[in-house]
T-cell receptor, first 112, second 114 residues
Framework: SQQGEEDPQALSIQEGENATMNCSYK?????LQWYRQNSGRGLVHLIL?????REKHSGRLRVTLDTSKKSSSLLITASRAADTASYFC????????????FGTGTRLKVLA | GAVVSQHPSRVICKSGTSVKIECRSL??????MFWYRQFPKQSLMLMAT?????????EQGVEKDKFLINHASLTLSTLTVTSAHPEDSSFYIC??????????FGSGTRLTVV
């Protein structure tokens, strides 16, 4: 399976704390994307990082990419209860296909 | 921005019946749409790639006769679950690709087969 692994599978933190989620993938990539999914809803695109980038910021989100280790991390700073959701990384293989492969996801719960 | 509308959001059907799920790109044309299936607390698994005007490409292990995909226009793809059984109960999500907007996901359809 090409599916990536995410770690941890579940994370519970207090509001105001930082949340870090990790994603490992198996194939070479051109880019990696992070998505959020609220319970029972569709996916919301958070951020895309290209293979030649090492770090990217968007608001309270910080994404890193280490292509040598085939891993990425998503950091949410100063978490809020509204950040409670599942977070997935997604990668397209570099073969040119547009089929994104999703990681197993991290279920984040932010306690007020 | 790009919006993908998926309908219905929830559907309950009897075992043996067929259910159609629609995925529409509202403000852009999507030459390629994707259908995913998600089991509770699990990730999204790609079922098939839907190309406008041609046959869908199914992933290994997905029964094409059970999950019929039609992409008749640049803004609409449909997934029909035929002769549904309780094990087909799941969350189905579509996404549409556009060269300008990238990938946009629908809000999903929760199918319950009783």
């Amino acid at each position: 399976s090409q599916q990536g692994e995410e770690d941890p599978q579940a994370l519970s933190i207090q509001e105001g704390e930082n949340a870090t989620m990790n994603c490992s993938y198996k194939t070479s990539i051109n880019n990696l994307q992070w998505y959020r999914q609220n319970s029972g809803r569709g996916l919301v695109h958070l951020i895309l990082i290209r293979s030649n980038e090492r770090e990217k910021h968007s608001g309270r989100l910080r994404v890193t990419l280490d292509t040598s280790k085939k891993s990425s991390s998503l950091l949410i700073t100063a978490s809020r209860a509204a950040d409670t959701a599942s977070y997935f990384c997604a990668t397209p293989p570099t073969s040119g296909t547009y089929k994104y492969i999703f990681g197993t996801g991290t279920r984040l719960k932010v306690l007020a | 921005g790009a919006v993908v509308s998926q309908h219905p959001s929830r559907v309950i059907c009897k075992s043996g019946t067929s259910v159609k799920i629609e995925c529409r790109s509202l403000d852009f044309q999507a030459t390629t749409m994707f259908w995913y299936r998600q089991f509770p607390k699990q990730s999204l698994m790609l079922m098939a790639t839907s190309n406008e005007g041609s046959k869908a490409t199914y992933e290994q292990g997905v029964e094409k006769d059970k999950f019929l995909i039609n992409h008749a226009s640049l803004t609409l793809s449909t997934l029909t679950v035929t002769s549904a059984h309780p094990e087909d109960s799941s969350f189905y999500i579509c996404s549409a690709r556009n060269s300008h907007y990238g990938y946009t996901f629908g809000s999903g359809t929760r199918l319950t087969v009783v």
